[in-house]
């Protein structure tokens, strides 16, 4: 490098082309967008004491540079209404019209769609929801939390987690914003869960501190300094159009504030 850059000129000039093809991609997965295009791909979880699994991704390459943020639902893929918001957001989002980065994985427990069966992953009967960050020598459950820490949060500014009430759970919509004493990054999750608009907001400050027992997706990306929520819609596997809409609209109206705050903490991908 410093080679380069004593070469005056055409060393600088190389310097710089390198580093602007560095962020004219970005890649979840098998999912690799340019800037202004959307790709899709799976997160590969591969075999390990139990099945491989393929996750299901989407990527918003925005046609502007800005903050990345994850959408995900369906750790729990019983609860449909969350699914199909995030379905019906991939469908609906222009990634000539982002600045920045979104990332919308729809579906993380497989099985537990196919199978019908709730709360758990039944491949190893682990809640998808409660094992984060994860691990490569575990269970199913354990190695996808693992990959979705490296390949969602890691890569992400903000990340709003979509969840509902199961097939046995009949729930009002509701959304968590946890207080983690940083006040800057408080005051940031603190308008988007106000952006996103549900009228009822659980106040978490007793969600784990340690990045390396985060438990919950949220909190995986809220200890990791990641601005973040959590939003609930939808119950017993019903899916009812103004629980839809306030998922739907929820997520559109946080990329909103986003955007008109310009919050992001890090800005990763700039
Ligand atoms: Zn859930």
New binding site residues.
Partial sequence: MLRLISAAGLGIAFVISISAQAHTTFTVGTATAARGQKATGTIEVPAGSDAALSIPVAVFHGAKPGPVLALVAG??GT?YT?IIALEKLIGMLNPAEISGTVIVVPLINIQSFEQKVP?LNPVDKKSM?RWYPGKMDGTQTDRASFLITKQVVEQCDHLIDL??G?LDESLRPYSYWTKTGNENQDQISREMVLAFGLDHIIISADRPKDPQASRYLENTATVRGKPSITA?AGYAGAVETDDLNALVNGCLNVMRYIRSSNAGLTSSRE
């Fill in positions: 750790s729990h609860e969350s709360h929801n969840h509902g199961d609930e």
